[in-house]
């Protein structure tokens, strides 16, 4: 089946850790896309890549980093650096950066500093 | 599962009833707007679209009505089934950008849907 996933589904940090939630996709879609969400907002995007080996900041990428190493994986480091970081991660992917193109989304990943 | 909105706007409904979702978006520049329904502890998912050339487009017992002089959007669901339970949310975006595909979300409406 092609998709999006992401693991691990729930995750546990004690503050001052760095961790690497991952996302893959076999869609062979060139962009990928990692939001925020946080109870009662919607959705905020923290990077995005258009291409391996390149990525953009979104509007609240401090304290996160990204790498696009290969076109199926966009893995996002959450550093020590971001003060709050407990919150619902949801990476996707679309065929390309076109306006019209359909973001399909991962299931999520619940993460939460202790 | 987990709860994706603690403190969003709820529209309660009976199972059969239709439903109706608003949002108002803040780009006048904006001429490509999405809806997604996300159920607790998924990631959205994608329901219907429309383009600012347009003012209604159908779906599968969803139509989406746009009205661009309000900056308006809304969500038609009709003969609402338990299924329909979920918090909607609507995204827009301006394609022409040269960012590219950077949608902008609304914070969503739950719909919980009465038997």
């Known amino acids: 089946d092609g998709g999006i996933t992401q693991s691990p589904k729930y995750l546990f940090r004690k503050e001052g850790q760095n961790v690497t939630l991952s996302c893959e996709q076999n869609?062979?879609?060139?962009?990928m896309y990692w939001y925020r969400q946080d109870p009662g907002q919607g959705l905020r995007l923290i990077y995005y890549?258009?291409?391996?080996?390149?990525?953009q900041k979104g509007d609240i990428a401090e304290g996160y980093s990204v790498s696009r190493e290969k076109k199926e994986s966009f893995p996002l480091t959450v550093t020590s650096a971001q003060k709050n970081p407990t919150a619902f991660y949801l990476c996707?992917?679309?065929?390309?950066?076109?306006?019209?193109?359909?973001?399909?989304f991962g299931p999520g990943t619940r993460l939460t500093v202790l | 599962g987990e709860s994706v909105g603690l403190h969003l706007p709820t529209l309660s409904v009976q199972e059969g009833d239709n439903s109706i979702i608003n949002c108002a978006y803040s780009n006048s520049a904006s001429d490509y707007f999405i809806w997604y329904k996300q159920e607790s502890g998924k990631g959205p998912q994608f329901i219907i679209d429309i383009r600012s050339n347009m003012d209604k487009r159908q779906g599968q017992r969803v139509t989406v009505l746009l009205n661009k002089t309000v900056k308006h959007l809304s969500l038609q669901i009709a003969a609402t089934q338990p299924g329909d339970s979920a918090v909607y949310f609507c995204a827009e975006n301006v394609s022409f950008k040269a960012a590219g595909n950077k949608l902008t979300f609304g914070g969503g409406t739950r719909v919980l849907v009465k038997p």
């Open positions: 996707a992917s679309s065929p390309g950066l076109a306006g019209y193109d359909e973001q399909f």
């Open positions: 890549s258009q291409i391996v080996n390149d990525f």
């Open positions: 869609l062979n879609h060139d962009a």
